[in-house]
């Protein structure tokens, strides 16, 4: 039961993380998002990820390992949408 929970979490998080991207994929603008918000996120995401392997923690390895890839489709996005604009 306590992984349940730990992978519904998960679930939950990158679905929100993704609809907020695909959000601003689908909206053509990045408005209002800081490219560091990515950045850091990427830097967190990165560390945990470490981390989880490390303690082998499977939930969270793989959480922020998918959450690397929307850190950096999130930034390669408004990356473009903020050079559109310029």
Known sequence: MIAVIG?????I?????????AKQWRDHTSAGVSTW???????????FTIYSLLVRNWVFAVTNGIMILNGLVGYGITVRHKRRKR
């Not at 992978?7 to 679930?11: H, K, N």
């Not at 998080?13 to 991207?21: E, H, M, S, V």
Request: charged fraction near 0%; charge should be neutral; hydrophobic fraction near 60%.
């Open 7 to 11: 992978w519904a979490s998960s679930v």
């Open 37 to 47: 918000l990515f950045v850091g996120q990427l830097g967190a995401s990165v560390g």
């Open 13 to 21: 998080l990158i679905l929100t993380i993704a609809t907020q991207i």
